[in-house]
């Protein structure tokens, strides 16, 4: 077996957890198969002494296709 291992970044208003799935599920559009997620890094942007996004790098995971094209 062969996986490949692609670097994400989610942008969430929301939480950590929303801004992990929405770099999950865009990537899933394209991507079939990502298999395990490791966050890398979460940082957040403030304003007025408030968290307004969260920002996380995370690394996924997914098996490379063993499909010959001819």
């Known amino acids: 077996m062969v996986e490949k291992t692609i670097e994400l970044t989610g942008i969430s208003a929301n939480s950590v957890e929303d801004a992990v799935q929405l770099a999950i599920a865009r990537a899933g ?3 079939s198969g990502i298999h395990s997620v490791h966050v890398e890094d979460i940082s957040a942007a403030v304003e007025a002494n408030k968290i307004v996004r969260w920002r996380v790098r995370i690394k996924a995971t997914f098996q ?7």
Request: aromatic share 0%; glycine share 0%; proline share 0%.
């Open 29 to 31: 559009v394209t991507i």
């Open 64 to 70: 490379v296709k063993d499909e010959l094209h001819e």
